[in-house]
């Protein structure tokens, strides 16, 4: 694992379910002047040249999910290429959940037909053969799902409206696949798991916890 070089800043990537806490985690790393803090492009998926589709999507995903997924990993190849002047870049998300995560749920469940699974993995495969998307570090944060659920019906993200338990709870199971039991893809860079069930007011802590091995100051003992 190149733990980041003088071309290229220590990549942490945090990664868990809808409302498994990532903006809380990006927000307490956002104050350390060492980190570069890239939130998903969110504001991108909604507004492509006027059209939002990251509504498209959750409205028709047959139709929609391929175009919504193809623009998501060409905005994440972006931000994983974007220049810094820090040491450290924090992105949440990355073109690995993309891939290995929303696309993997949306082929699972037929909304995207193997053929358009295809082109978005073959743009995968050649994007990751280069060094512009590497990561060192993915930090998963491990939710319940009835508890992430919780949250995102407390958030009440419009376009989120839609969203039920069963795909919150198949979702976790695919970060569980691809981050925890590690049966789904090989998974290079190492992975913190962190409780991301603690209520806000304890999960600093659990941050700090941690804080060394994010900013690149202690190395993962990797468990051969
Ligand atoms: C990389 C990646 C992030 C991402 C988010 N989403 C959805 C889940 C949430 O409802 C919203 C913001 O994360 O977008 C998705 O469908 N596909 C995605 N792929």
Known sequence: ISRGNNSRPFTVVVE?????????????????????????????????????????????????SFTFQSYVQLTMLG??????????KLME????????????????????????????????????????AQIDLIVYLRTSPDI????????????EKTVAFEYIK????????????????NCKAPVIVLNADLDRSVIEEEYEKYEPHILNKKPIEVKI
């Not at 992430?148 to 419009?158: G, T, V």
Request: hydrophobic share 35%; aromatic share 12%; net charge neutral.
């Open 79 to 88: 931000l994983h290429q974007k220049k810094i002047h820090q040491p450290v």
């Open 170 to 185: 198949a979702l976790h199971d695919i970060h569980e696949d691809w981050l925890y039991n590690k049966t789904l893809h």
């Open 93 to 132: 998300r990355s073109l690995y959940s993309a891939r290995y995560c929303f696309v993997e749920k949306m082929s699972r469940d037929g909304l995207m037909p193997p053929a358009s699974v295809a082109v978005i993995d073959e743009w995968f495969k050649y994007i990751t053969a280069t060094d512009e």
């Open 16 to 64: 868990g379910n809808v409302g498994s806490g990532k903006t809380t985690f990006l927000e307490h790393f956002n104050k350390n002047e060492n980190v570069a803090v890239f939130a998903e492009p969110i504001d991108m998926w909604r507004n492509c040249s006027g059209y939002n589709l990251l509504d498209l999507m959750y409205k028709d995903p047959k139709k929609w």
């Open 148 to 159: 992430a659920y919780e949250r995102i019906l407390k958030r009440n993200r419009s376009e």
